[in-house]
């Protein structure tokens, strides 16, 4: 299989081209190059010096500036001369502004949009602000194309030739005339199929799925996966057409939420940077380290308790490690399909009591295998029956509080809106820890007569 | 924040309409609402008795087919009468057609293609099956919409009025009259803005990025999200145009390779379902926590080597579970951040050094700060300085283990192509398990003069 080198662009050329000083070069690059390639070039040849990128005209320097992450377009707007910048920024998608907007201090957002921004760039972006980040309205623009019921096909038509800024032109969205409220939707092919003068009401699909401002933009991508459409509108409380997402930013919505699940399951900030600071790496991670630090305590106070037994039955020091660890790896397994179940929406009334049965039932099975081999394994350490019959019996009691830990810790934890990526291991692994010591152990210190 | 249930349809309502007996009511469901709806009604009210959608119309009923995931398209066939089978799997989506056929017998392959299919779709379903499923050919469809650049745009519309069944009709794709290679690309919009006598030539973008048929499919996904397009075509190596990805089937390969990434991780089978049998998640995760248990027992005979030492200095038992569980910890954090990287593409030859770097040095900072609250926690165990000395020693010394472990190790899989999601853990954590227990327990045997 062919990878991602074989369909690079080739950054070295691009680089030279911006960087040669030839005005052919420059025209060049803007008719042949995708922004994003420009953008790239720049970050891995030119060492991330936006500088490079003054040379390109406002409104493709522009549209590189879309393609950034929100905090690499603040890099590349301190490189623009004063006297430039809102040139630039008008030209922008007004999505994007916003979102370049919400990375700036407070202090800066307000002057940034009543000095630099102009006529509806400046109206749109103002209420783009109002919107909670990770909502519809957060992730939405405002640049769609709107057409009334009454209105013609060849009217509808010629509107389009008016409306040159609009982020997708495939759906032309029907709204009320007078409450702007959203009737309809019209495919631009189902347009261009249709009589010039055919009423817009009489192609219109009317069963027209939107979504309101202050839904969650993972439901948002949930209904994108579900329905494959390439844009949804947006609507407000009173059902008023306000805006579109498209599916570009859907795809970011989604990669962005998987890496943060990732993150945080493996108990990193969920915005943690892999080309970060160590001071980003330290306050993203300490503080987790200390909370499990927490736990370790409390399962070695476990052991602690049971000092006299270890005294007596050394080889137990070398059983429990593996009792513990393997109840881990087991409700590490069980909650990670559950914590990524219900990222997906997987679980639900319905389904749940017969996944729990599954697991603890898998649990039992997993149990009794590793279980036997732990017993044969810890003949090794000390042979005498019982130690390797109490070994077993310590793990297969873990398995199955790992397969129960593992399903309903996770679940608690969504019960309770705390999000169980982020909490689910540590409170999964302290049940394990612990109990797999106290059973090893409390088994251990009951059977001392035969183990001695 | 609005969620998802705000936004579902109405399933008890779909599901009385579908199961009412009545002709208006099924024509109702088949004008107003979308298949995704009433194939999820069948599956949360009706309990995916797949039977009840019998009463749709064949082309509705295909659409249905066409949302299923993969195997629940074959459980939908099988309740289809056999005289009617065919007439449905024609009116489905070529590529959803060959995705069916994967999920057969090698045998019933085969039949259904060649008793099935009838026309283009059984040529262009042919086609499709010779490709690796997680490659772009694997994904793409062949219903795409081709054009000649001598034509002009009244030709071009016309044609498009013949070609209902493609899938997308908001690009179209210029490609040579005899080569069939690839030439470039009008979007729908640019082609409805033009004069109707307009050639193709004056008006298509000549730089058309495309994927070759072989290309994976996470790279094709990496390029969606990169360029943000609604579709993507794809050429064979001769460059001839054979098809195009669409972003809805690109979504589910984002969805799916995230899923698999984060079972991988967390030591499950990439495909096993959450609501799978006990059977599948037994086979998921034995084999799992077998590799695991091979390596706990080399951590265990670690500390089986220093039962000399234990038996002097009991509270060892209790404080090297502490290092070695918060070196796994720290581990963990170094590797999930590094592999979600690499599976992002992140990591290159000229940022290496630099992260590997910052690893270490994080690994330091947050070394020191829990290594001096474990000496410290120690002394509760064992009220001897030297005692609490050695705990943050082996602790600072660990936590440097698990950063360079959690880096490395993950580059180096990737570098022998074995996938870092999978494997990275069970590494990091024998090295930081039996690391720990050696800095601890080999300190204390060198420093016992003083911990007696």
Redesign the interface.
């Known amino acids: 299989?062919?990878?991602?080198s074989?369909?690079a662009a080739d950054y070295n050329e691009i680089f030279r081209l911006l960087t040669s000083g030839k005005p052919d070069n420059i025209q060049k690059l803007v008719?042949?190059?995708?922004p994003?390639d420009v953008l790239?070039a720049v970050q891995?040849i030119g060492d991330e010096d936006y500088r490079y990128l003054l040379v390109l005209p406002d409104d493709y320097l522009a549209d590189v500036i879309d393609e950034a992450e929100d905090d690499d377009k603040y890099e590349i707007l301190k490189v623009i001369d004063p006297g430039r910048i809102g040139s630039v920024l008008n030209r922008m998608s007004v999505d994007e502004i916003a979102d370049l907007i919400r990375e700036l201090e407070d202090d800066n957002k307000d002057a940034v949009v009543k000095s630099l921004l102009r006529g509806r760039t400046k109206t749109d972006v103002t209420k783009l602000l109002k919107y909670?980040e990770?909502?519809a309205g957060g992730i939405m623009t405002t640049q769609f194309i709107a057409i009334y019921a009454s209105n013609t096909v060849m009217r509808a038509?010629n509107y389009?030739?008016t409306e040159v800024n609009a982020e997708t032109?495939?759906y032309l969205y029907v709204v009320d005339k007078v409450t702007y409220k959203l009737m309809g939707v019209v495919s631009?092919?189902d347009?261009?199929?249709a009589p010039f003068d055919t009423l817009i009401s009489d192609i219109m699909n009317d069963?027209v799925?939107s979504?309101?401002t202050?839904?969650?933009q993972e439901?948002v991508a949930?209904?994108?996966?579900?329905?494959?459409?390439?844009a949804l509108p947006v609507v407000d409380e009173n059902g008023r057409m306000v805006g579109i997402v498209t599916?570009?930013d859907?795809?970011?919505v989604?990669?962005e939420e998987?890496?943060e699940?990732?993150?945080r399951?493996?108990?990193?900030d969920k915005e943690?940077k892999?080309?970060?600071?160590?001071k980003d790496?330290?306050r993203s991670?300490?503080p987790?380290?200390?909370v499990?630090?927490a736990t370790?305590?409390l399962?070695?106070?476990v052991?602690?308790k049971f000092?006299g037994t270890?005294?007596q039955i050394?080889?137990l020091?070398?059983?429990?490690?593996?009792i513990?660890?393997?109840g881990g790896?087991?409700g590490?397994?069980s909650?990670?399909?559950?914590?990524?179940?219900l990222s997906?929406?997987?679980?639900?009334k319905?389904?749940g009591l017969?996944?729990l049965g599954?697991?603890i039932?898998?649990g039992l099975?997993?149990g009794l295998?590793?279980g036997a081999?732990?017993s044969i394994?810890a003949l090794f350490?000390d042979f005498n029956p019982w130690f390797g019959l109490i070994s077993g019996v310590a793990m297969i009691l873990n398995m199955l509080a790992a397969a129960l830990a593992g399903y309903l810790i996770p679940i608690i934890l969504e019960k309770v809106h705390v999000d169980p990526a982020i909490a689910s291991s540590v409170f999964v692994?302290t049940v394990t820890?612990c109990l797999g010591?106290f059973f090893l152990l409390g088994l251990a210190t009951i059977a001392m007569p035969h183990l001695r």
Not at 1 to 4: A, H, I, L, N
Not at 335 to 341: E, K, N, S
């Open positions: 299989m062919r990878e991602d074989d369909v008719d042949e190059t995708h994003a790239q891995d909670d990770e909502t038509l389009l030739k032109s495939w631009l092919r347009l261009v199929m069963n799925i979504v309101r202050d839904l969650d439901a949930r209904l994108f996966t579900k329905y494959g459409y390439a599916v570009d859907v795809i970011d989604i990669n998987a890496t699940d990732i993150h399951m493996g108990g990193i943690e892999i080309d970060g600071s160590v790496a330290v991670r300490l987790w380290l200390v499990n630090l370790a305590i399962a070695s106070s052991i602690a000092n270890i005294s050394v080889a020091s070398a059983v429990m490690t593996i513990s660890g393997m790896n087991a590490t397994q909650l990670t399909i559950v914590v990524r179940a997906l929406n997987e679980i639900e319905e389904n017969r996944i599954k697991e039932v898998t099975i997993n295998v590793i081999l732990v394994i350490y692994t820890d010591f």
